[in-house]
């Protein structure tokens, strides 16, 4: 039982000091940003932070943050500087809406949580509903009367019907 328990706490001992040691290591990534209104593609070396706040893409550069408006982003591409492994996030990723049809909630999935604009429309093309929402969020649609809708997310659109 002794051996069971020095093994843990040289095991847990172990694990600390490499999180202290990894902690202090700065990660550093190279970003492009492609935008969607046709301005040539931005590229962005040794950015050590980027999120999103607001309507803007805050990218940090060790210390130097430069905001670029999501509305005009299309594409971001990431290239991890230590093993030149590259990542993409798209804003046009596809996003699943569920359950469909449903009565009163619909609920958004996606790979990334990103935040979206989601409209909601009649067959007719009236808009009934606009926010500005996380894909993590359900859609309240229970003051909808029954029938057939078109759900905008971004620039995709989607058929559900209300129960």
Do not use: C
Request: glycine share 4%; aromatic share 10%.
């Amino acid at each position: 039982m002794k051996k069971i328990i020095f093994a843990l706490g040289l095991i847990f001992s172990s694990l600390l000091w490499m999180n202290s040691a990894f902690a202090q290591t700065i990660h550093t990534t190279n970003l492009t940003v492609v935008y969607s209104n046709n301005q040539p593609d931005s590229f962005f070396e040794n950015v050590t932070q980027f999120s999103f706040s607001g309507d803007n893409l805050l990218i940090n550069q060790g210390g130097t943050v430069t905001p670029i408006s999501r509305s005009v982003i299309r594409k971001l591409t990431l290239e991890d500087v230590s093993t030149s492994s590259i990542e993409t996030y798209d804003e046009n990723a596809k996003i699943f809406i569920y359950p469909n049809p449903t009565s009163d909630k619909l609920n958004m999935s996606s790979e990334t949580e990103q935040q979206v604009l989601v409209s909601i429309f009649s067959l007719n093309g009236q808009k009934l509903m606009q926010q500005q929402m996380s894909t993590s969020e359900s859609i309240d649609v229970s003051s909808l009367a029954k029938g057939i809708y078109i759900i905008k997310i971004n620039e995709t659109s989607y058929k559900f019907s209300k129960l």
